[in-house]
């Protein structure tokens, strides 16, 4: 089936990640440490940590350094009580946007994505606000022109529930979360690398944005919660097009 064009946000968003490397490890290292704490150190035994190590490694970060985050978490976060917030609220022109966050100050975190919030001419909105607009779902995006037989080929087998060819050609491989790692493995064998996979909450309808002022002020409000030291993730039912 057609899909939304994701490509050029895509590249825009690794260009900004690569820009701000020292803030992604800060958060990359929490959520490794924070997946040790709740579900152990074996990665082999807790989904949620092979998934971590897996973006940790994809960014680059030493052994080491991962090593130190497993430990520090396995053994309790010694000294630091860091707790999971999500935040709802509503950017220009009704988007909606769910933020993902990790603390150790609620009052803190909450203060500064307010600010965000308001600041970008968005409100922040009460629990369950927009939180039914959206799904949990494993995705998996490859970069236009692969191998779309092939790349339909084994997902279908190893049980995705769906294979879309964005209209970038593109194509975004979607699969229940409990799937993810073992379908992403099957691809990986087979030297089919995403250039982006997660699970992450996707919106059940987009809304289209084809102004550029607009387009211009959503990604103001997203990258500035995204720059936000707690902030885990950000995610928008905005489709952006490509030409804007």
Partial sequence: MAGHSKWANIKRHKARVD?????????????V??????????????PRLRAALDKAQDANMSKDVIDRAIKRGAGGMEGELVEEIRYEGYGPSGVAIIVDCMTNNRNRTVAEVRHAFTKGGGNLGTENSVAYLFHKLGQLTFAPDSDEERIMEIALEKGADDVI??????????????????????????????????????PANYITVTDKELAEQIISLTDALEDLEDVQNVYTNADIAVEV
């Fill in 19 to 31: 820009a701000k490397k020292g803030k992604l490890y800060t958060k990359l290292i929490r959520e």
């Fill in 165 to 202: 060819v964005n209209d970038d050609k593109s194509i975004d491989v979607t699969t229940n979360p409990e799937n993810f790692l073992s379908l992403k493995k099957a691809l990986l064998d087979v030297n089919l690398k995403p250039v982006e996979a997660d699970v992450a909450l996707v």
């Fill in 33 to 46: 440490t924070v997946s040790a704490k709740l579900g152990g150190g074996d990665p082999d035994s807790n």
